[in-house]
């Protein structure tokens, strides 16, 4: 039987680490449980909730900066922080239940990082539990931080297997005054991309630029925050990219529409959920290839970023091959690649990390042994795990 630690705080959390490293007993971290799909879990001896850790520590709205506890979910954040007119930008998956800590933990980032960044750009300091039991504290809560070497960054994305985070400090911004939303109706995924091609050049920023397709079409959405005259003007750029592709920008007022592309990482339990990085002039091609294949379901990009996810469905055998064809494509050309989700059926014929990255997992490997030597951290959450 699994054993679940809820502590209250970064000691009692470190604790609770230090003695389950002594003991050899392995330990899931869990905030929120919207990342559980990632990785190649495995069973452990220990659950460790991070929901005891919750609330803001501090909030200097003149320093435009936030301190808030690993266990606090977004929305609760941005709620709060809208009081007093800023928000943090952030719009990952999951974004009504999602934690902070689960955030940076699973460097979890939506369309909004084509304007604003992602959790790399906005984090300013950690408190971290590390598995011996001590308490670390990379960066500090000013913007200027410029001693010694950033661990921040390597804890986002390290998905639990270095430490628990307790508390994160953000830089936030002013609310934007005006928004704008364009859903462009294109005939292609060549014509989407090309909407999309011009506006990631276009001078002034989109705060979130997305292409997803289906067999029933494919569509470009613009979004554009800040000033009114920004925005109007975004969605100027918006009609003109569109109409140099042959379609039509239609502009609208639900602010919703995205939140389907947004929510693609949690709607993929059947068939197999296939995430890519990729250089953003290889997006095109590769989203032409994805969908000519049979299983193809769904593709979504943030085409500001070349980060896309594509759904694949059908019976197992015709999964794995669309799948693997999948990894090997963003591989040659300069990219990356995991399998996010698949199916029970699938999870010992699909792994989640791809193929093997010479040189990188030997040193994923010494900087796993040096800051968890038991080896008690979130088996299977990391390439080597």
Same mark, same amino acid.
């Given at each position: 039987?699994?054993?679940?630690?809820?502590?209250?705080?970064?000691? =009692?959390?470190?604790?609770?680490?230090? /003695?389950?490293?002594?003991?050899?007993?392995?330990?899931?971290?869990?905030?929120?449980?919207?990342?559980?799909?990632?990785?190649?879990?495995?069973?452990?001896?220990?659950?460790?909730?991070?929901?005891?850790?919750?609330?803001?520590?501090?909030?200097?709205?003149? /320093?435009?900066?936030?301190?808030?506890?690993?266990?606090?979910?977004?929305?609760?954040?941005?709620?709060?922080?809208?009081?007093?007119?800023?928000?943090?930008?952030?719009?990952?998956?999951?974004?009504?239940?999602?934690?902070?800590?689960?955030?940076?933990? $699973?460097? $979890?980032?939506?369309?909004?990082?084509?304007?604003?960044?992602?959790?790399? /750009?906005?984090?300013?300091?950690?408190?971290?539990?590390?598995?011996?039991?001590?308490?670390?504290?990379?960066?500090?809560?000013?913007?200027?931080?410029?001693?010694?070497?950033?661990?921040?960054?390597?804890?986002?994305?390290?998905?639990?297997?270095?430490?628990?985070?307790?508390?994160?400090?953000?830089?936030?911004?002013?609310?934007?005054?005006?928004?704008?939303?364009?859903?462009?109706?294109?005939?292609?995924?060549?014509?989407?991309?090309?909407?999309?091609?011009?506006?990631? %050049?276009?001078?002034?920023?989109?705060?979130?630029?997305?292409?997803?397709?289906?067999?029933?079409?494919?569509?470009?959405?613009?979004?554009?925050?800040?000033?009114?005259?920004?925005?109007?003007?975004?969605?100027?750029?918006?009609?003109?990219?569109?109409?140099?592709?042959?379609?039509?920008?239609?502009?609208?007022? /639900?602010?919703?529409?995205?939140?389907?592309?947004?929510?693609?990482?949690?709607?993929? =339990?059947?068939?197999?959920?296939?995430?890519?990085?990729?250089?953003?002039?290889?997006?095109?091609?590769?989203?032409?290839?994805? $969908?000519?294949?049979?299983?193809?379901?769904?593709?979504?990009?943030?085409?500001?970023?070349?980060?896309?996810?594509?759904?694949?469905?059908?019976?197992?055998?015709?999964?794995?091959?669309?799948?693997?064809?999948?990894?090997?494509?963003?591989?040659?050309?300069?990219?990356?690649?995991?399998?996010? %989700?698949?199916?029970?059926?699938?999870?010992?014929?699909?792994? =989640?990390?791809?193929?093997?990255?010479?040189?990188?997992?030997?040193?994923?490997?010494?900087?796993?042994?040096?800051?968890?030597?038991?080896?008690?951290?979130?088996?299977?959450?990391?390439?080597?795990?």
């Amino acid at each position: 039987m699994t054993a679940v630690v809820r502590p209250s705080d970064v000691a =009692a959390c470190a604790a609770a680490l230090g /003695d389950a490293a002594r003991d050899r007993r392995t330990v899931r971290i869990s905030g929120a449980a919207t990342k559980a799909y990632l990785g190649q879990l495995r069973a452990t001896d220990m659950t460790l909730e991070t929901a005891g850790m919750a609330g803001i520590v501090d909030h200097v709205p003149a /320093d435009l900066t936030v301190t808030v506890a690993a266990g606090t979910r977004l929305a609760d954040l941005q709620r709060a922080l809208g009081e007093r007119g800023q928000f943090l930008p952030l719009d990952p998956p999951h974004g009504d239940a999602a934690t902070i800590g689960g955030i940076v933990a $699973s460097g $979890s980032e939506g369309f909004g990082r084509l304007r604003y960044g992602g959790v790399r /750009d906005n984090l300013i300091g950690t408190v971290v539990a590390l598995a011996d039991g001590t308490i670390a504290h990379p960066g500090g809560r000013v913007v200027k931080n410029v001693a010694g070497y950033d661990l921040n960054k390597l804890l986002i994305g390290s998905l639990g297997t270095l430490g628990v985070i307790a508390e994160a400090t953000f830089k936030v911004l002013p609310l934007p005054s005006a928004r704008g939303l364009a859903v462009v109706r294109c005939s292609g995924p060549a014509a989407a991309f090309a909407v999309a091609d011009a506006l990631v %050049r276009a001078p002034l920023r989109a705060s979130a630029l997305a292409v997803e397709g289906t067999a029933r079409g494919w569509i470009t959405y613009v979004e554009a925050q800040g000033a009114r005259a920004q925005v109007e003007r975004a969605m100027q750029e918006a009609s003109r990219a569109a109409a140099a592709a042959g379609a039509t920008a239609e502009r609208t007022d /639900d602010e919703s529409a995205l939140a389907p592309a947004r929510e693609l990482p949690g709607t993929a =339990a059947d068939g197999a959920l296939v995430r890519v990085a990729l250089p953003i002039g290889a997006q095109r091609s590769f989203a032409e290839s994805a $969908s000519r294949l049979d299983p193809f379901v769904r593709l979504v990009a943030d085409a500001g970023s070349g980060i896309v996810r594509v759904h694949l469905r059908g019976d197992d055998a015709a999964v794995l091959r669309a799948a693997d064809t999948l990894l090997a494509g963003a591989s040659v050309v300069g990219g990356s690649a995991r399998v996010e %989700r698949r199916a029970p059926s699938l999870r010992e014929r699909l792994g =989640a990390w791809g193929g093997p990255r010479p040189g990188g997992d030997f040193l994923m490997r010494r900087i796993k042994d040096a800051f968890d030597p038991a080896g008690v951290l979130e088996p299977g959450r990391s390439v080597v795990g």
